[in-house]
């Protein structure tokens, strides 16, 4: 008992750390599939109305078939789209979404799905839109078992919280991005500085004013004014917006 919460707190650790990391999704990957007893995983979305999936990252999936599956299988699923129906959250196997004597009797299963030694698989969807649907796929070498269903459900709410953490994550780089992008095309110089007078950012017309030297220069990584007066007044205002609005008296 003691071992297997030790083995849950690790693998909720490295999805979370591939929530603020994105790379490291392949090892949170292969983590998960270690707790459940999968031995390939896959983070992807599909478009029900488009009939186009994307994969995000992969674990332990041979390219071959990966390549086979979008060049050729993906019409074929049958479990599309019935699967993105099923509530956020939930933990489904191919036998939530279809009979097994229908499954393993369809092209999909006996060309694709049967020769990787696949024999089922766990799905959650993660986050749903109208037709389109981010999951999770583990997929396992036998018919999931209640225990693989239960350690799978385990992981939901961080696997869930993780989804939402990592487009937080994208949502601040979006917005960094656009502040950078409106700044380039301002024509006066731009400086974004810390307390230290640290140069966070600075659009081209600051890169040539520091190029020439004549009016503000580069310390190191801080912004400083070249005449000395005017550098104590520079690094006193730096200090005094450090402290916020009451520092300037509003």
């Known amino acids: 008992m003691v071992s297997e919460v030790i083995e849950l707190s690790a693998v909720i650790a490295e999805i979370y750390d ?28 599909h478009d029900a109305a488009s009939e186009s999936s ?12 990966t390549q086979l599956y979008f060049e050729k299988y993906l019409p074929m699923n049958p479990m599309f789209p019935a699967a993105t129906f099923v509530d956020e959250g ?52 036998m018919v999931v078992t209640t225990p693989m ?21 994208s949502q601040h780089k979006a917005k960094e991005e656009a502040l950078t992008a409106t700044l380039d095309h301002v024509e006066a110089a731009v400086f974004l500085v810390g ?10 017309p600051a890169l040539r004013l520091l190029g020439e030297a004549s009016i503000v220069r580069k310390d190191g990584d801080a912004l400083r004014a070249v005449a000395p007066q005017t550098d104590r007044m520079l690094r006193d205002i730096f200090t005094s917006a450090a402290n916020g609005d009451a520092s300037l008296g509003v």
């Open 18 to 45: 591939a929530a603020i990391e994105p790379a490291l999704w392949q090892q949170a990957l292969a983590s998960i599939c270690g707790y459940v007893g999968g031995y390939s995983g896959v983070l992807f979305w």
């Open 54 to 65: 994307q994969v995000l990252h992969l674990y332990n999936e041979d390219p071959k078939y």
């Open 90 to 141: 939930v933990v489904s196997t191919s036998d939530d979404i279809m009979p097994r004597s229908e499954f393993v009797e369809t092209r999909f299963y006996k060309e694709w799905v049967r020769p990787q030694g696949m024999e089922d698989a766990l799905a959650v969807n993660l986050e749903k839109g109208v037709t389109r649907t981010s999951l999770i796929n583990v997929r396992t070498e």
């Open 149 to 169: 269903r239960e350690r799978m459900a385990a992981l939901v709410p961080h696997l869930l919280r993780a989804v939402k953490i990592g487009r937080l994550f």
């Open 195 to 204: 307390a230290d007078g640290a140069i966070a950012f600075s659009n081209e």
